[in-house]
């Protein structure tokens, strides 16, 4: 079992197996004594320490993972021995040397701020791309000048892309190894630039000048956008997090309240079980739904706190990987059951019973009339799709529905029927017949009085199926109907009559079955035809072959339409129009 020790290289903290770090220490103190003395020596020992630390962190999976013999020997692959370079002045001449090798290496985009005139983009791009800078300058002031954009592009790669610091940097920049040999060049370049700076001073001095004044400027300028883009980052931050915590408390709650009433059953949860097809447990469900919207928005608040403090601690990519892997099967597990749930309602079927009325002979108006129940007052608030859950009167749990249409149509002879035809859906057809046949519903006929349920029942068990009832009273000719008020909205698209009148209004008039099938009214006005009115206390539409008329008053204010063949006609009172 080998020790490990705990080393700081280039600010980073490693664990590193004791065989490895003293191999390593061998070589890093092999290179220090083959730059001792050179110019810049100890940038160069920084660089090369960054670098090896950078090699180090790519090879890691996580942050507690030991260095081991492996990596360290890999990394000195990379960087080379320091035996294998001369410091010496001859290596930095143009002759080139014949021993050396160029591996070939994929350039990375940064803003070159040594050879910049404002922001070092078009001299970045100059080493990406292999085109002149002059060139990349022209084309992006062309694209300011006509269309703009050459000045949004600028700015967006101002601010996106960063700046080569580090002689690593720098070297990736023009796609150069960065190894010891690299990094001690670039180095020395450096320290020869100055020098030539120092001595052609009196010759550039008046263009050095200006260039220097127009770089202040842009320097500033560039400082201000990119506060102005940080203080907008932070603000975009602040926002992230208040977003993500938000939700995340508000799924928490819901997760925390769903499981506990389901475990202590609380009234009014029961909705879920009369259209959960798949059999899944309500806390299994509210599990799945946590994960798969809250793991999202976690990440929206990790977002917003990386972006807030810059040296945030990762998470690491086994919790990333982890909550990714539990997100994908939250999200599986809702599909199955919202397939499963779907698929229960794949089918229709239907069930229909057909009697015989006695209509009593000598009465001249058969009533038809809605009959409702005490079930409409025990029922819960809670429903799905049209359906409650309501009490029977020995305390059982029922659905309860109001989805009745009724429908008169003329019968081949002098009897009276009455169809009820019950609806449902199921996951099979015998499914959808069998949950149809299970519907309850009754009516009663006494003397000229038909007494229709204006609602349906079925048990717990068949839960939400689209139950309907559809009842059709099939009369003779010659018969008299009246409506009671109570059926003017189960009154269905079937009933034929001669009046041009919404089907509702039906209740308000006496009808006549007639020879061809359709209720003749007897007792409506004769100019009722394509007319509609109505009004009331605050005001009065009509609307006619004439056109229409609105009239409507609220409190001391007043407002009159009318459209007609001459025009349209407003008028208000002082504060209106």
Known sequence: MNKTVNINLANVLFHIDEEAFNKLKRYLEAIKRSFSGTAGSDEIIADIEARIAELFQERLENERQVI??????????????????????????????????????????????????????????????????????????LLALTTGF????????????????????????????????????????????????????????????????????????????????KVFAKFIGVLLIIIGASTLIGLFIGLFTVGTLDIIHIPGLDFYDIFNASGTPVWVVSLLSFFAVGIPFFFVLYLGLK??????????????????????????????????????????????????????????????????SELFENQENIGFNDMTITYDENGERLLFSDDIRFD???????????????????????DARNRASNILYSYTLEGNTLSLNNFLTTAMENKVRDQEIRVTLTIPEGTLIRFEPGMRRYIGRLTRYDKDIYRGD????????????????????????????????????????????????????????????????????????
């Open 150 to 229: 050459g000045f949004i592009a600028y700015i967006l790669l101002w601010i996106l892309v960063p700046e080569a610091v580090t002689t690593s940097q720098k070297l990736d920049m023009r796609g150069e190894p960065v190894n010891i040999s690299n990094i001690e060049k670039k180095i020395k370049e450096g320290y020869d630039d100055v020098a030539e700076k120092v001595k052609g001073v009196d010759y550039e001095k008046v263009g050095n000048k200006v260039k220097s004044s127009g770089r202040t400027f842009f320097d500033a300028l560039g400082n201000v956008i990119l506060f102005l883009f």
């Open 506 to 577: 039906l209740v308000d008039y006496l009808w006549l079955m007639t020879a061809n099938g359709e209720l003749k009214c007897q007792d409506c006005p004769e100019n009722m035809n394509g007319r509609l009115e109505w009004s009331d206390d605050e005001g009065r539409i009509i609307i006619d072959e004439d056109g229409i008329d609105i009239n409507v008053k609220d409190g001391g204010e007043s407002f009159k339409l009318k459209i007609d063949e001459r025009g349209v006609e407003i008028k208000a009172d002082d504060d209106g129009l």
């Open 408 to 430: 008169i149509t003329k019968s081949s002879d002098t009897l009276a029927y009455l169809k009820i035809r019950k609806n449902a859906d199921g996951s099979s057809l015998s």
């Open 68 to 141: 081991t013999m492996k990596e360290v020997d890999a990394v000195i692959q990379v960087m080379g021995q320091p035996e294998d370079y001369r410091v010496d002045e001859d290596i930095f001449e143009d002759a080139p040397r014949t021993d050396e090798r160029r591996a070939s290496r994929t350039k990375k985009l940064y803003r070159d701020i040594d050879n910049k005139y404002i922001g070092g983009v078009c001299a970045g791009l100059e080493h990406y791309l292999g085109i002149d800078s002059l060139w990349i300058r022209l084309i992006f002031i």
């Open 307 to 372: 972006i807030l403090i810059n040296n945030l601690k990762s998470i690491g990519n086994v919790v990333k990987f982890s909550l990714l892997g539990l997100w994908l099967i939250s999200i599986i597990g809702l599909v199955v059951m919202g397939i499963r749930e779907a698929a229960a309602h794949a089918y229709s079927g239907s069930t229909t019973v057909k009697e015989e009325l006695y209509l009593p002979p000598g009465q001249d108006t058969l009533v038809i009339r809605p009959m409702s």
